[in-house]
């Protein structure tokens, strides 16, 4: 399975954007990013995902570079209620059955 | 509520007793899939079912470890003589489908600590 790359952890004001970055150098031309995250004691909850074209949903957008290496999920207001772990993950057609999921950035909002 | 459901929410047992875990998917979802999570990592694939048949396991499911899913509907997931090491959060998913878009719907997890 391609791997990706995220920062430890990041820190946002309250009501300000927040671009979450992930790196995957390894992606193949099938393979979808998907993003979850994990509030605190919660299992995580899927955010959006995509293959080549940029995707907005209610809860955030995701960029996607042109060559498909990295890729950024963007929350357009930060709340205190985002507050939480963010993976970021490809899946392909191998590993379809599983997630794997790193460890994630850990996204602090500052009120 | 119609999403997925753990019980229980919190176990804590001695270090060699037997620790069952259940897990209800969402009703029509018939791929189900249980997770391992330790403090501060991502959760790590455990196994999965497609309806009733577990179709893989991952090598971190040692002997001690069963997982069952009677008649494709709710899940369980068995630990024999529990080790410290076993001390984790147990998370349970469930999607409709096999395409690779399809994204996975967790529960809230078992929390476990042997002690």
């Known amino acids: 399975d391609a791997k990706t790359t995220q920062p430890n952890s990041m820190e946002s004001n309250e009501e300000e954007p927040v671009h979450l970055p992930c790196n995957h150098s390894t992606i193949s031309g099938t393979d979808y990013i998907h993003w979850y995250r994990q509030l605190p004691s919660q299992g995580p909850e899927y955010v959006i995902h995509?293959?080549?074209s940029n995707v907005n949903n209610r809860m955030a957008s995701l960029a996607i570079a042109e060559d498909r290496k990295s890729s950024t999920l963007i929350l357009h207001r930060a709340t205190l209620r985002d507050a939480a772990v963010y993976y970021c993950i490809l899946t392909d057609q191998t590993g379809a059955n599983n997630l794997f999921f790193g460890t994630g950035t850990r996204l602090t909002v500052i009120p | 509520d119609t999403g997925v459901s753990q019980n229980p929410r919190h176990k804590i047992t001695k270090r060699g007793q037997n620790v069952t875990f259940r897990c209800d998917p969402i009703?029509?979802?018939?791929?189900l899939y249980w997770y391992r999570q330790t403090l501060g990592q991502g959760p790590e694939f455990l196994t999965y079912?497609?309806?009733?048949?577990?179709?893989?396991k991952s090598r971190l499911l040692s002997d001690r470890f069963s997982a069952e899913r009677p008649k494709g509907s709710f899940s369980t997931l068995e630990i024999q003589r529990t080790e410290q090491g076993d001390s984790a959060m147990y998370l349970c998913?469930?999607?409709?489908?096999?395409?690779?878009?399809?994204?996975?719907?967790f529960g809230s997890g078992t929390q476990l600590s042997v002690l």
């Open positions: 009703s029509e979802h018939n791929r």
């Open positions: 998913a469930s999607r409709f489908g096999v395409a690779t878009n399809e994204k996975l719907f």
């Open positions: 079912f497609q309806n009733e048949a577990q179709l893989e």
């Open positions: 995509g293959l080549t």
